[in-house]
């Protein structure tokens, strides 16, 4: 029978047949028969074009043949006949969410709920455009709409406590994941992200258990072993750190961080020729790891390599134009070179990004009193002193400073603050580098203590040969010479 034949039968002759076509279609459908489904859909739609339910059910078997492009036409062709019909909206979400065009997914999944409002596939749906887009927030509300309706639907828990994980809500995530590890306790990825999020609340014995737990369940993912060295390392098992880490580079022999987090024990241990030797592999095999650049910086610097350290900051620079500790390594160096503009520079630079940097205004004022700027160097010991009321060298500095503009009293008055301070805590952030020692030996000998300025001050000159800062060595022993303390 033609098509013309059929349309020549009376209309409730016509009714039967296109359902029966449609129903035809979504048993081939039904079976996976996606080509002879749309034939079926196809042959119904010519019979009753305005038939939208066939047009959806066409569009659905052209999504499932990945012909993206043919089920959008179909989701279209139903919206003009019926512009309020969820499930057309629907069916489109889902082809621009497979073509990557995200937003347009999430007006099209929005309309669809707007037409029906109590369909949780739609708000599964978007909670997943929404993941894709990296809106956690928005994925929690739809979450949350789901989960008040069916607590054990375990596709939206799972996305919930994802979300919360993202968004650094460590405690509501962890009660997620309990209650998705109840519905499935098989789930390896479930226990590495809970054990994350005990790791940064502080709780790395939890965080170790998870690790196991997850291990135990996936026992060839390398990403488990390499967390698990970590929560280890940081818990100061540094033999059994290791061995996930060498575990975890057994099972992904290129995983560049893990070599990079066997360095970091290594440079803990002093082993610096085995340390760069695991930068150095870690670089190859990701040659844009800030961690493995700066660790190798680090390396370089306590091996006295200088050179090879400054050009491991610069490349950390052009990595990430942002990256702080880049600039404040790299400032130092210049400062042992003696290059004082370059080290005013890359100071700005971190003030630039953080004005309350207590590393980039501490250095800038150091080297803005050597270079003769003495105002400009108060107002930046100042500025550390009131980030960091206990960093004695800024005090120090300062104190000279008001010495040498014979403002005396704020001189004395710094200088004693800055020993009040020193006998009752451990200055940790100044590292009594040379800079910090050459400044108490000169405030100890202006405070009338003769000889122990001069242990202080052949102490820096000592610190500054050690790290090959030349210019600042001829600094401190041109000043032990002028005060006869050679």
């Known amino acids: ?110 309309r669809a709920i707007q037409h029906d409002p109590e369909n949780l596939e739609f708000f599964h749906s978007r909670a997943l455009i929404n993941k894709k887009i990296g809106d956690d927030a928005g994925i929690l509300g739809d979450c949350k709409f789901i989960l008040e309706r069916q607590p054990n639907d375990i596709s939206a828990r799972w996305l919930n406590s994802r979300a919360h994980f993202q968004m650094g809500n460590y405690q509501l995530a962890i009660f997620n994941f309990n209650q998705y590890l109840n519905l499935r306790s098989d789930d390896f990825y479930a226990h590495y992200y809970r054990g994350i999020c005990y790791e940064r609340l502080g709780n790395l014995e939890q965080a170790a258990i998870d690790l196991d737990c997850a291990i135990a369940l996936a026992d060839n993912m390398a990403i488990l072993y390499r967390r698990r060295g970590r929560i280890r390392q940081q818990l100061g098992d540094y033999t059994n750190a290791m061995a996930d880490y060498d ?17 970091d024990i290594y440079i803990n241990r002093g082993d610096y020729p085995r340390a760069l030797i695991q930068c150095n ?42 990256d702080i500790n880049a600039y404040i390594q790299r400032s130092w160096i210049y400062f042992r070179h003696g290059e004082y503009p370059a080290v005013m520079s890359d100071c700005e630079r971190v003030r630039a990004l953080d004005r309350n940097s207590v590393p980039g205004n501490y250095l800038l004022g150091v080297v803005q009193s050597l270079s003769g700027f003495k105002q400009e160097a108060i107002f930046s010991f100042t500025k550390v002193i009131e980030i960091k009321p206990s ?59 003769p000889d122990t300025a001069k242990v202080i001050l052949h102490q820096a000159a000592l610190v500054a040969q050690k790290l090959k800062n030349t210019v600042f060595y001829r600094q401190i022993s041109f000043t032990i010479e002028a005060l006869g303390m050679e």
Not at 395 to 401: E, M, P, S, T, V
Not at 409 to 435: N, S, V
């Open 1 to 110: 029978m033609t098509s013309t034949q059929t349309l020549d039968l009376p209309k409730h002759q016509v009714d039967n047949q296109v359902q029966k076509l449609y129903q035809q279609g979504n048993d081939r459908a039904f079976r996976g028969e996606h080509e002879r489904a749309i034939a079926a859909y196809t042959q119904a739609i010519a019979l009753a074009p305005n038939f939208i339910l066939a047009y959806c059910a066409r569009g659905n078997s052209w999504l499932e043949l990945r012909d993206y492009r043919q089920a959008q036409a179909d989701y279209q062709l139903a919206l003009k006949l019926s512009p309020a019909f969820a499930i057309a909206d629907g069916g489109l979400a889902r082809v621009y969410y497979q073509l990557g065009e995200y937003q347009a997914a999430l007006v099209a999944c929005s």
């Open 247 to 263: 575990r975890a580079i057994e099972i992904e022999p290129q995983m560049a961080q893990a070599y990079a987090n066997r360095a």
């Open 281 to 322: 592999q870690a670089i190859r095999f990701d040659p844009q790891l800030v961690s493995a650049h700066y660790q190798r910086g680090v390396i370089n610097t306590e091996v006295g390599n200088l050179h090879a350290a400054l050009a491991d900051y610069h490349r950390l620079v052009q990595i990430d134009p942002q």
């Open 391 to 449: 960093f004695i060298c800024a005090l120090y500095h300062r104190g000279l400073l008001h010495h040498d503009l014979k403002n005396e009293a704020k001189a004395t008055d710094d200088f004693h603050l800055a020993q009040a301070t020193q006998a009752q805590i451990i200055d940790c952030l100044a590292k009594r580098d040379e800079t910090g020692l050459y400044a108490e030996g000169l405030a100890l000998y202006h405070m009338g203590h």
